[in-house]
């Protein structure tokens, strides 16, 4: 069974300038994301919380693989309209009120890469949030960068296999990275555990999170 908690098209429409001038679509090589789905086998009927975009593909990966219920709660365009509105420094405030799953209900949470374009205060929130839904036995996949940089586009990790991920872009409103220290990325996610954690060529740390 597939839920959605909430829906928006899986590509909105983009000024053509700025789509010029976003990286054409990759394939990301992932290591994480297969334990990440080994640990949701071992539960019966799954919930999971997807914090980026809609994309039906994903949705009907999961319902098939899974039997999971699935919560799409985009945290991204979230981050984008404070962008947009110059209230980057609202977002730790308005992340301890957004999501409304219970503490301890969740089994799987995909942050993707949404912590590179969270301040630390927000960061810290969000962490502490996902870590607080997640129950014994469950699981967390997320990117973390490990370099600073300018951000201009967010990206939609469309999934083609249990070890491919196509990445396509879509435009943001510029910010830089904010870059967490492993030991900084631990305390926050605490009580979960690092259980996988893998360097990419990208400079981009794959990481799985169990309870």
Same mark, same amino acid.
């Given at each position: 069974m597939t839920w959605f908690k909430r829906s928006e098209r899986e590509d909105a429409a983009a000024p053509a300038a700025a789509r010029a001038a976003l990286p054409p679509e990759a394939v990301a090589h992932t290591r994480a994301f297969p334990r990440f789905l080994n640990a949701l086998r071992q539960r019966e009927s799954p919930v999971i919380v997807d914090l980026g975009p809609v994309i039906g593909s994903n949705v009907a990966f999961f319902g098939e693989?899974?039997?999971c $219920?699935? &919560?799409?709660e985009d945290l991204f365009a979230d981050v984008e309209r404070h962008a947009r509105e110059h209230k980057r420094a *609202?977002? *730790?405030? &308005?992340?301890?009120t957004r999501l409304?799953?219970?503490d301890g209900t969740v089994d799987g949470v995909l942050c993707w890469d949404l912590f590179d374009f969270l301040d630390r205060p927000a960061a810290v929130v969000l962490a502490a949030r996902i870590a607080r839904m997640v129950q014994p036995?469950? *699981?967390v996949f997320g990117y973390f960068g490990a370099a600073a940089a300018d951000l201009t586009?967010?990206? $939609? &990790?469309?999934?083609?296999s249990d070890t491919e991920l196509a990445v396509r872009s879509y435009p943001a409103t510029p910010m830089k990275r904010h870059v967490l220290q492993n030991r900084d990325i631990i305390r926050m996610f605490e009580p979960l555990i690092v259980a996988e954690s893998f360097l990419l060529k990208s400079n981009t740390r794959e990481t799985l999170f169990r309870r």
């Open positions: 693989r899974l039997g $219920k699935i &919560f799409v *609202a977002l *730790a405030d &308005f992340l301890s409304s799953e219970d036995g469950g *699981a586009h967010y990206s $939609k &990790f469309v999934i083609r």
